[in-house]
């Protein structure tokens, strides 16, 4: 589906790109938490908008939280300009163009975070313009889907116990921590007991003896995955030699292309990979990477550390797929400016039928939070 184009004969071209940094109050269900190893109570949401000579405009989220200001200054001043005046209806061969001419900058962070976001709100558009949802337009296979539980690292056993407790009331059957101690762990499958999924997101803190040392400590605990254990995290090799450790192996968020994702693959390290929309290039490189998944036979869980049209382009991507749940960051903003995306409910979520992204954004509540 990579570079579909509008089925019109009208050739579309962008006449701005409008971005917008957010800083949304969020509550939690114990304690405080942490994003990015640093106490926090809002949530960072880098918004994009695309608008066409058409009248339409399409919304798209790029990464990200704690360094979501680099990522804007990228985006203003490199990425955006790139595609003022260009057509809008060739999705793949727009964003082919931009991460060639940007590629100088790195092949990932702010400037690929940045095509990110753009990409999303082309799709977004795309979807307007057809009358038809993203789920739509890749060929959906399901019409809602189950969520796990995505918690913020805690601060204290009893803020973790009581993030727990709540989860489990809400109807979540899979929940994930990011935590590193083996007592942190240990208390949450306390309180979850032995019928609740538990997933461990570690964020590359280990060499390979450290790694193997808490896969033995934890195996009685009877984790779903391990996420991200090693350090570095494009050390593949030795994400492939943990998987001998007897843990199912997951990793992916830090990979930013269809080529590193192949070395990822090719390297035989993984059970679960792990692409994050808002990353990697936005849906167009999504549906490569998905690709190559099917290629190597290796189960897809997309990552998802967002609850704007980040979250959005997910839950559609998501539902192409025949098992893999979503994940959703566990925290409740005090006002979203999606409010139409759909709620969980017993950890599941329907897929949003409205075109596009099929979620309308509240303006007034993107100027009360916006900070640039």
């Given at each position: 589906?990579?570079?579909?184009?509008?089925?019109?004969?009208?050739?579309?071209?962008?006449?701005?790109?409008?971005?917008?940094?957010?800083?949304?109050?969020?509550?939690?269900?114990?304690?405080?938490?942490?994003?990015?190893?640093?106490?926090?109570?809002?949530?960072?949401?880098?918004?994009?908008?695309?608008?066409?000579?058409?009248?339409?405009?399409?919304?798209?989220?790029?990464?990200?939280?704690?360094?979501?200001?680099?990522?804007?200054?990228?985006?203003?001043?490199?990425?955006?300009?790139?595609?003022?005046?260009?057509?809008?209806?060739?999705?793949?061969?727009?964003?082919?163009?931009?991460?060639?001419?940007?590629?100088?900058?790195?092949?990932?962070?702010?400037?690929?975070?940045?095509?990110?976001?753009?990409?999303?709100?082309?799709?977004?558009?795309?979807?307007?313009?057809?009358?038809?949802?993203?789920?739509?337009?890749?060929?959906?296979?399901?019409?809602?889907?189950?969520?796990?539980?995505?918690?913020?690292?805690?601060?204290?056993?009893?803020?973790?116990?009581?993030?727990?407790?709540?989860?489990?009331?809400?109807?979540?059957?899979?929940?994930?921590?990011?935590?590193?101690?083996?007592?942190?762990?240990?208390?949450?499958?306390?309180?979850?007991?032995?019928?609740?999924?538990?997933?461990?997101?570690?964020?590359?803190?280990?060499?390979?003896?450290?790694?193997?040392?808490?896969?033995?400590?934890?195996?009685?605990?009877?984790?779903?995955?391990?996420?991200?254990?090693?350090?570095?995290?494009?050390?593949?090799?030795?994400?492939?030699?943990?998987?001998?450790?007897?843990?199912?192996?997951?990793?992916?968020?830090?990979?930013?292309?269809q080529c590193e994702f192949g070395r990822l693959l090719g390297a035989?390290?993984?059970?679960?990979?792990?692409?994050?929309?808002?990353?990697?290039?936005?849906?167009?490189?999504?549906?490569?990477?998905?690709?190559?998944?099917?290629?190597?036979?290796?189960?897809?869980?997309?990552?998802?550390?967002?609850?704007?049209?980040?979250?959005?382009?997910?839950?559609?991507?998501?539902?192409?797929?025949?098992?893999?749940?979503?994940?959703?960051?566990?925290?409740?903003?005090?006002?979203?400016?999606?409010?139409?995306?759909?709620?969980?409910?017993?950890?599941?979520?329907?897929?949003?039928?409205?075109?596009?992204?099929?979620?309308?954004?509240?303006?007034?509540?993107?100027?009360?939070?916006?900070?640039?």
């Open positions: 589906m990579v570079g579909i184009g509008f089925l019109s004969e009208d050739i579309l071209k962008i006449t701005a790109v409008d971005s917008f940094l957010l800083a949304l109050p969020y509550r939690t269900s114990g304690g405080f938490h942490y994003i990015a190893g640093r106490p926090s109570n809002t949530l960072a949401m880098l918004l994009v908008r695309i608008s066409t000579d058409d009248g339409l405009s399409g919304w798209g989220e790029a990464f990200g939280h704690a360094g979501a200001a680099a990522t804007k200054s990228m985006l203003d001043t490199l990425v955006a300009p790139l595609l003022i005046g260009e057509r809008a209806d060739d999705i793949g061969a727009l964003m082919t163009s931009v991460r060639r001419k940007i590629h100088l900058f790195g092949l990932s962070g702010p400037g690929i975070y940045a095509v990110s976001g753009l990409d999303i709100a082309l799709w977004d558009l795309l979807g307007k313009r057809e009358g038809k949802s993203i789920a739509e337009l890749l060929g959906r296979r399901r019409s809602d889907v189950p969520v796990y539980a995505s918690f913020l690292r805690c601060s204290s056993h009893g803020a973790l116990q009581q993030t727990c407790a709540s989860a489990v009331a809400e109807g979540y059957r899979t929940v994930k921590l990011h935590e590193i101690t083996v007592d942190r762990i240990a208390a949450a499958r306390q309180v979850l007991g032995p019928d609740v999924a538990l997933a461990v997101d570690t964020n590359c803190p280990w060499d390979l003896r450290e790694a193997t040392a808490m896969v033995e400590t934890v195996r009685e605990l009877n984790l779903l995955w391990l996420e991200e254990p090693i350090w570095p995290p494009d050390d593949y090799a030795t994400l492939a030699a943990l998987r001998n450790a007897g843990t199912p192996i997951s990793a992916g968020e830090n990979v930013s292309s035989n390290a993984l059970d679960i990979l792990q692409p994050s929309v808002c990353k990697v290039g936005g849906i167009s490189e999504m549906l490569k990477v998905l690709a190559l998944s099917n290629h190597y036979q290796v189960n897809t869980i997309p990552h998802c550390g967002y609850l704007g049209p980040g979250y959005a382009a997910t839950l559609h991507l998501v539902s192409t797929l025949e098992q893999a749940p979503l994940e959703r960051l566990y925290i409740e903003l005090d006002e979203t400016p999606f409010p139409s995306i759909p709620a969980v409910v017993n950890g599941r979520t329907r897929v949003p039928a409205g075109a596009g992204l099929g979620c309308e954004v509240d303006m007034e509540i993107v100027e009360k939070y916006r900070v640039a």
